[in-house]
């Protein structure tokens, strides 16, 4: 209390306070609750999940790697984290290695964990109305340390003026909270990160049918060898000079079928 009361009689400020705290006692970190939140169960065929799921898994495999890793970041003093932690969630749940270190992390600390764990995106969720200054700062870090190829997303209350000029400074997407898919919102990153990346959307990459072998001939694609076969079982038809005279004798002597009305 003696040296609380003399740093508050020089002038220190409460920050600089803390901080000399933490420096010797550390800084605690409560649990979050993406680490206590249920793993989600086995999506059914044909849901936006199981979509998205498959994405996931195509995605990593073109990347050459076993899982994709995506940060999730709350800069700043917002200790709202109820988005940011459905966020992780559901991306864990469609299959990505999610890092998450809670709330009030500085730029600098969201950088450095991104180089680290060698994400494939970094996720920003902003709800304090800071996002014109810490997202930028994100992006120069990360320009800086050479990982341009990190796709940043924000998400938070950000007026569309505001996402404007985010997207004009290199943001990949924002979110607001208008957009409540959240499954969606994953989807979305995905294509981010297939983008970043130089390979072509997921979708087409899942509804692209698969080539056709042709057993018999490997080297004549399969569409055209069967059009080849079909052409060999079909008979020429024969022309109306080449028919027989008595033919068009057995025409010319039908009469032709009375008109209604016409009197018999």
Same mark, same amino acid.
Do not use: C
């Given at each position: 209390m003696e040296a609380t009361l003399e740093c508050?009689?020089?002038?220190?400020?409460?920050?600089?306070?803390?901080?000399?705290?933490?420096?010797?006692?550390?800084?605690?970190?409560?649990?979050?609750?993406?680490?206590s939140a249920p793993v989600a169960v086995a999506a059914e065929e044909g849901t936006a999940l199981a979509r998205v799921r498959k994405a996931v898994e195509l995605t990593?495999?073109?990347?050459?790697?076993?899982?994709?890793?995506?940060?999730?970041?709350?800069?700043?003093? =917002?200790?709202?984290?109820?988005?940011?932690?459905?966020?992780?969630?559901?991306?864990?749940?469609a299959g990505f290695e999610v890092v998450y270190q809670g709330i009030r992390l500085t730029p600098e600390q969201i950088v450095d964990a991104a180089l680290a764990e060698d994400v494939h995106a970094v996720g920003l969720s902003?709800?304090?109305?800071?996002?014109?200054?810490?997202?930028?700062d994100v992006l120069q870090r990360l320009h800086v340390a050479g990982a341009t190829d990190i796709p940043v997303i924000a998400g938070g209350i950000i007026p569309n003026g505001d996402a404007e000029q985010l997207r004009a400074a290199?943001?990949?997407?924002?979110?607001?909270?208008? =957009?409540?898919? &959240?499954?969606?919102?994953?989807?979305?990153?995905?294509?981010? &990160?297939?983008?970043?990346?130089?390979?072509?959307?997921?979708?087409?990459?899942?509804?692209?049918?698969?080539?056709?072998?042709?057993r018999l001939r490997p080297g004549v694609p399969a569409w055209r060898y069967r059009a080849r076969t079909r052409a060999s079982w079909r008979r020429p038809r024969a022309s109306r000079r080449t028919r027989s005279s008595s033919t068009w004798r057995t025409r010319a002597r039908r009469s032709p079928s009375p008109r209604r009305g016409t009197p018999s």
């Open positions: 508050a009689r020089s002038g220190v400020t409460t920050g600089e306070w803390a901080g000399a705290l933490r420096e010797v006692f550390g800084e605690f970190r409560a649990p979050t609750g993406v680490s990593a495999q073109d990347l050459g790697v076993g899982k994709l890793r995506f940060l999730v970041g709350k800069p700043g003093l =917002d200790g709202h984290s109820n988005g940011a932690e459905q966020i992780a969630v559901r991306a864990r749940d902003i709800l304090s109305g800071s996002h014109a200054q810490l997202v930028p290199g943001v990949a997407a924002v979110f607001t909270p208008k =957009d409540f898919d &959240i499954t969606g919102i994953i989807g979305r990153i995905v294509d981010e &990160i297939r983008t970043a990346n130089k390979l072509d959307p997921w979708r087409s990459r899942m509804t692209s049918p698969a080539p056709q072998v042709n």
